[in-house]
């Protein structure tokens, strides 16, 4: 797989330093998702994010990260009301047709790191240039219902990128207010599936954003996000409510 022409190198990757945030939830944000990315590389340390090589230990605790199965992209508008991009996969796809997720896929032996699959797919997906990404860190890796390892990769984009969705793997790009996700309460969600000849019904908690419900491993990336920054704890469970021949 090829990267977009318009890619940079991982040493040329801006990180967000709290310091220079102005808008304070994400300056919050950014300090709890950096301590966490440092944290899960090096033992504690003094985190002066005044020190000049505070970026290069960000992006070299990205950098020195296990790779992943996959990874994805948890992009955040930088102003004052931020908004987390999320997209609908096309009807069409394989795996998650029709479902709620971050921009993001599949790690390719030729990306060499966590953050460049995260940013390639969402540059494959939306059109969105690495180059314009501040990165913020990572947060604790997930499991797909399919098992696969998901490294979610925090950053922060400007809120006029124009951003195009690829028809053949997204069908609508769409925003969540971010203060909302922080104090709205989750809205429990069913879920017809089929095993073994039997249907079950599993119930699981949710959000309603724009018409959308977001709720699986995206509905565990977003909780994860505001856990790690914002010391929010949400239940989130899978429980079967009936099964039926």
Known sequence: MLLPP???SFDEFSVAVPTFIRYPTLKKLAERVQHETLNAI???ALYDTDHPSYSARILDSLYQTPIADASVLVAITHERHPKLL???RA???NSHAGEVSCVGGKYDISDGNNVITALREACEETALPPNKVQLLGQLPIQTAKSGMSVRPIVALIAPDLVLVPELGEISRIFWADFESL???PTVEYEVEYTMQDQTATMLTPSWQVDGETVWGLTGRVIASL???GFDRQLEWYYRIQ????
């Open 182 to 184: 922080l104090t709205q």
């Open 91 to 93: 009807a069409h796809m």
């Open 6 to 8: 318009q890619f940079v």
């Open 42 to 44: 090096t033992s504690p």
């Open 242 to 245: 009936n099964t039926r021949l």
């Open 226 to 228: 505001l856990e790690t």
């Open 86 to 88: 999320l997209t609908r």
